[in-house]
């Protein structure tokens, strides 16, 4: 009897265990026409915030369509691993929202839709975005696999009451504002003039990028290879080191900051006069205890005799459908959905996001000054990351090597030019065209 | 004349066999049931996630090729080569990566060795309060890994960290309050790390291989004048061998391939001094979506650790059992 029943559990076990295993691998949507799953990245102050605001919008969505959307908010650290999952394996969700950065490196891979013509008509038009920001959704000349969901843009904040207590006027050069930042530099009272997020390699490739712009450089050749070591480009870098390396007005601390956050948090508690970050930013500042008139934001300043006046990368988030989709019609009309006005309005105030419409107007900030500021940056001073599939092998080399070069500067060492320079020819020669 | 016996009859039929199987063979069969899950398992969870990176460090799997991964061109050694190559930065920072882990792994074995080792023999005789040390030294086995990681990340800040308040501002044993978390010193820090989470295993192998030792061999020996370093030596280290042995291997398998410790306590760049291999592995393959090489410094790691392996049981085995035999 004992017998008889072991025969009969071990097939059965066996077979269980192959069927937990093929449930390990289908992780995917298991779409049909009538629901949609979606991956949408952290936005807003938590993962459960973002479930928050979304949940609403998505239920309109359903009211309007009849598709029902399965929700899932993935925090910045998972998202890029659990797409590359999703494209290896095809079982991923129908939409998923991307850092606007990767866009052609995702587009390379082929696991993303290719938006052309019928699906753009689907979309309601190319002509709807604005053409920057349309331009991250892929490489120069092909059909784009993203459209931009949320806009993003690089301001300079400032705390009023310190400037004012300073006699110091918000800077319009680069030289202006290090002179504004030793004014409000005191290492004895551990207050900085200003605080960078110096272990972020994310935060720093950025700074290389737009420090390197302002010089009139560019990352990449016109025949899409890397170039990371035009004057240009190294002066930039060097440029932006020297805030904590020479000029001396950031807290050495700052090379262990490994996000924005704790730049704000700095900024919020008055450790620091002015911090460089997107416009999302009000939020966290507010929420860590500053009001809206104790903080003013300016568009962070390129040398006098810089070659270009880029204040920012074209930051954002856009919204993608899986190639393996098995609900095209459906993933596109809840792209449309996602991009309408309303949806952009609505969205815009939560997510502190710049509209990606050409006649959209921002509702992130009450402050009209400062709306108008970031949008005139995001639209005119705002140029896109190199739209390279090696995009992606850019951000981590050179950030993570002005994170080891920040770190030299906070334990004491010194980075020269020359330093700076085999850095980079050390990045450029790591990246696998 | 006697009568011849009559021949054996040979029309008669044999016997018909039982229809049923015969009770053996189902008893053959019974056995490959049982263990048909656990191979199944095997299979799945192990061999074949080895035998596809095994493919795969032969195919230039870059990000042009993961969706369609099965179509992935073949190139042969071209990964093994991109990853050994010390003229370009993926072959010196791997080098660079190797060594780090070598020291890392010597190190944190060594140290967890000598504290367990210290821990149990001190707890071997009976005292008040015996317990509470064994229950405090076991804690940091116990508690879940990210919580305790994270938690050292936080006192390893140079600001806001207790460790720089302690040596600093309590202590005062260094004047200036140092980084740990970047530069130089971040090795300390995953080493220490490391040691704090790995020596409570030590211990309490230790532990258990101590009580295995009978009493008399310490009261006999003691009668012959042995002191209690003698002791430890020509007594406690020659019965634990058996246990050394197998925990010193485990015990650098597991450093070794210490892929959790810097990932929490440095984040997603860790730097140059706290380079561990495995985390460099992964960031080969996953931020440089690069899964060719990556796939080549695995197999690389992989018969590394299995070079090693060999020798320590040829040397601590395989020769003793061939001297005894």
Same mark, same amino acid.
């Given at each position: 009897?004992?017998?008889?029943?072991?025969?009969?559990?071990?097939?059965?076990?066996?077979?269980?265990?192959?069927?937990?295993?093929?449930?390990?691998?289908?992780?995917?949507?298991?779409?049909?026409?009538?629901?949609?799953?979606?991956?949408?990245?952290?936005?807003?102050?938590?993962?459960?915030?973002? #479930?928050?605001?979304?949940?609403?919008?998505?239920?309109?969505?359903?009211?309007?369509?009849?598709?029902?959307?399965?929700?899932?908010?993935?925090?910045?650290?998972?998202?890029?691993?659990?797409?590359?999952?999703?494209?290896?394996?095809?079982?991923?969700?129908?939409?998923?929202?991307?850092?606007?950065?990767?866009?052609?490196?995702?587009?390379?891979?082929?696991?993303?839709?290719?938006?052309?013509?019928?699906?753009?008509?689907?979309?309601?038009?190319?002509?709807?975005?604005?053409?920057?920001?349309?331009?991250?959704?892929?490489?120069?000349?092909?059909?784009?696999?993203?459209?931009?969901?949320?806009?993003?843009?690089?301001?300079?904040?400032?705390?009023? #009451?310190?400037?004012?207590?300073?006699?110091?006027?918000?800077?319009?050069?680069?030289?202006?504002?290090?002179?504004?930042?030793?004014?409000?530099?005191?290492?004895?009272?551990?207050?900085?003039?200003?605080?960078?997020?110096?272990?972020?390699?994310?935060?720093?490739?950025?700074?290389?990028?737009?420090?390197?712009?302002?010089?009139?450089?560019?990352?990449?050749?016109?025949?899409?290879?890397?170039?990371?070591?035009?004057?240009?480009?190294?002066?930039?870098?060097?440029?932006?080191?020297?805030?904590?390396?020479?000029?001396?007005?950031?807290?050495?601390?700052?090379?262990?900051?490994?996000?924005?956050?704790?730049?704000?948090?700095?900024?919020?508690?008055? #450790?620091?006069?002015?911090?460089?970050?997107?416009?999302?930013?009000?939020?966290?500042?507010?929420?860590?205890?500053?009001?809206?008139?104790?903080?003013?934001?300016?568009?962070?300043?390129?040398?006098?005799?810089?070659?270009?006046?880029?204040?920012?990368?074209?930051?954002?988030?856009?919204?993608?459908?899986?190639?393996?989709?098995?609900?095209?019609?459906?993933?596109?009309?809840?792209? #449309?959905?996602?991009?309408?006005?309303?949806?952009?309005?609505?969205?815009?105030?939560?997510?502190?996001?710049?509209?990606?419409?050409?006649?959209?107007?921002?509702?992130?900030?009450?402050?009209?000054?400062?709306?108008?500021?970031?949008?005139?940056?995001?639209?005119?001073?705002?140029?896109?990351?190199?739209?390279?599939?090696?995009?992606?092998?850019?951000?981590?080399?050179?950030?993570?090597?002005?994170?080891?070069?920040?770190?030299?500067?906070?334990?004491?060492?010194?980075?020269?030019?020359?330093?700076?320079?085999?850095?980079?020819?050390?990045?450029?020669?790591?990246?696998?065209? | 004349?006697?009568?011849?016996?009559?021949?054996?009859?040979?029309?008669?039929?044999?016997?018909?066999?039982?229809?049923?199987?015969?009770?053996?063979?189902?008893?053959?069969?019974?056995?490959?049931?049982?263990?048909?899950?656990?191979?199944?398992?095997?299979?799945?969870?192990?061999?074949?996630?080895?035998?596809?990176?095994?493919?795969?460090?032969?195919?230039?799997?870059?990000?042009?090729?993961?969706?369609?991964?099965?179509?992935?061109?073949?190139?042969?050694?071209?990964?093994?080569?991109?990853?050994?190559?010390?003229?370009?930065?993926?072959?010196?920072?791997?080098?660079?990566?190797?060594?780090?882990?070598?020291?890392?792994?010597?190190?944190?074995?060594?140290?967890?060795?000598?504290?367990?080792?210290?821990?149990?023999?001190?707890?071997?005789?009976?005292?008040?309060?015996?317990?509470?040390?064994?229950?405090?030294?076991?804690?940091?086995?116990?508690?879940?890994?990210?919580?305790?990681?994270?938690?050292?990340?936080?006192?390893?800040?140079?600001?806001?960290?207790?460790?720089?308040?302690?040596?600093?501002?309590?202590?005062?044993?260094?004047?200036?309050?140092?980084?740990?978390?970047?530069?130089?010193?971040?090795?300390?820090?995953?080493?220490?790390?490391?040691?704090?989470?790995?020596?409570?295993?030590?211990?309490?192998?230790?532990?258990?291989?101590?009580?295995?030792?009978?009493?008399?061999?310490?009261?006999?020996?003691?009668?012959?004048?042995?002191?209690?370093?003698?002791?430890?030596?020509?007594?406690?280290?020659?019965?634990?061998?058996?246990?050394?042995?197998?925990?010193?291997?485990?015990?650098?398998?597991?450093?070794?391939?210490?892929?959790?410790?810097?990932?929490?306590?440095?984040?997603?760049?860790?730097?140059?001094?706290?380079?561990?291999?495995?985390?460099?592995?992964?960031?080969?393959?996953?931020?440089?979506?690069?899964?060719?090489?990556?796939?080549?410094?695995?197999?690389?790691?992989?018969?590394?650790?299995?070079?090693?392996?060999?020798?320590?049981?040829?040397?601590?085995?395989?020769?003793?059992?061939?001297?005894?035999?």
């Amino acid at each position: 009897m004992r017998r008889r029943t072991l025969l009969t559990a071990a097939p059965l076990a066996a077979a269980g265990a192959a069927g937990l295993a093929a449930c390990g691998s289908s992780s995917g949507s298991g779409s049909n026409s009538d629901t949609l799953t979606y991956w949408a990245s952290n936005q807003g102050t938590s993962l459960e915030n973002d #479930k928050e605001v979304l949940t609403p919008v998505l239920e309109k969505f359903t009211e309007e369509t009849g598709i029902d959307v399965s929700l899932e908010v993935i925090g910045w650290g998972d998202l890029q691993t659990r797409i590359q999952t999703a494209i290896t394996s095809g079982q991923g969700p129908d939409v998923v929202n991307i850092g606007n950065t990767w866009g052609v490196s995702l587009q390379a891979t082929g696991g993303l839709l290719e938006l052309g013509d019928e699906q753009f008509e689907a979309l309601g038009g190319r002509d709807r975005y604005v053409p920057a920001a349309l331009a991250t959704g892929g490489a120069e000349g092909t059909d784009p696999t993203s459209i931009p969901l949320y806009g993003l843009a690089y301001g300079m904040y400032y705390n009023v #009451k310190m400037f004012e207590d300073a006699g110091v006027e918000p800077p319009t050069t680069w030289e202006e504002m290090v002179e504004a930042a030793k004014a409000l530099t005191d290492p004895e009272g551990d207050v900085w003039g200003m605080s960078l997020a110096a272990g972020s390699y994310t935060e720093n490739n950025h700074f290389a990028f737009i420090n390197a712009t302002q010089n009139g450089a560019a990352l990449n050749t016109k025949d899409g290879k890397p170039s990371f070591t035009e004057d240009g480009v190294i002066d930039g870098i060097l440029r932006y080191l020297d805030l904590m390396q020479t000029d001396k007005v950031v807290d050495p601390s700052n090379a262990q900051f490994d996000n924005g956050t704790k730049s704000v948090t700095a900024f919020a508690n008055g #450790k620091a006069a002015m911090i460089i970050n997107q416009n999302n930013a009000n939020a966290t500042i507010e929420s860590q205890g500053m009001t809206p008139d104790q903080f003013k934001a300016i568009p962070f300043p390129a040398p006098a005799d810089a070659v270009s006046d880029c204040a920012s990368h074209l930051a954002g988030i856009n919204l993608a459908a899986m190639r393996d989709t098995e609900n095209e019609e459906g993933a596109l009309q809840f792209m #449309k959905f996602m991009t309408s006005p309303e949806t952009q309005e609505e969205l815009g105030e939560p997510f502190a996001s710049l509209p990606v419409l050409v006649d959209g107007e921002p509702t992130f900030t009450e402050d009209a000054e400062q709306a108008e500021m970031f949008m005139e940056i995001y639209s005119e001073r705002a140029e896109p990351l190199p739209l390279v599939p090696w995009e992606d092998q850019y951000e981590t080399t050179v950030g993570q090597a002005m994170n080891e070069m920040f770190a030299t500067i906070a334990t004491g060492g010194t980075v020269t030019r020359e330093d700076v320079m085999t850095a980079m020819q050390t990045a450029q020669d790591s990246i696998r065209v | 004349m006697s009568s011849l016996t009559a021949p054996e009859d040979t029309t008669t039929p044999p016997k018909v066999p039982d229809a049923r199987p015969p009770r053996r063979s189902r008893r053959h069969l019974f056995p490959y049931l049982i263990i048909a899950p656990a191979v199944l398992l095997e299979l799945l969870i192990h061999i074949i996630p080895m035998a596809t990176g095994f493919w795969m460090s032969f195919v230039e799997l870059t990000k042009f090729f993961i969706r369609r991964w099965l179509e992935a061109p073949f190139v042969g050694l071209e990964n093994y080569s991109i990853a050994i190559d010390l003229n370009t930065p993926v072959g010196q920072e791997l080098l660079n990566s190797f060594l780090v882990t070598v020291a890392f792994t010597a190190l944190v074995v060594g140290l967890s060795w000598g504290l367990g080792m210290a821990a149990a023999v001190a707890l071997q005789r009976p005292f008040r309060g015996r317990g509470v040390f064994r229950t405090l030294f076991l804690i940091p086995y116990a508690l879940p890994l990210y919580a305790s990681v994270i938690t050292w990340n936080f006192m390893l800040q140079r600001d806001t960290g207790v460790i720089n308040h302690v040596l600093v501002d309590q202590l005062g044993i260094l004047d200036g309050a140092p980084f740990w978390l970047i530069g130089d010193n971040a090795f300390v820090s995953v080493v220490v790390v490391a040691i704090w989470r790995m020596w409570p295993f030590a211990f309490l192998m230790f532990m258990a291989g101590l009580q295995s030792i009978p009493g008399e061999l310490y009261e006999a020996s003691a009668i012959d004048g042995a002191g209690p370093m003698r002791q430890w030596r020509s007594v406690t280290l020659p019965m634990l061998a058996p246990v050394n042995q197998t925990m010193l291997l485990v015990m650098f398998l597991w450093v070794f391939n210490d892929f959790n410790t810097p990932y929490v306590l440095f984040g997603s760049a860790q730097p140059p001094a706290g380079d561990l291999i495995s985390f460099h592995i992964y960031n080969a393959s996953f931020l440089s979506w690069d899964f060719g090489v990556g796939s080549a410094m695995s197999v690389l790691l992989l018969l590394f650790l299995l070079a090693v392996s060999l020798v320590y049981l040829y040397f601590t085995q395989w020769k003793k059992e061939k001297r005894n035999a």
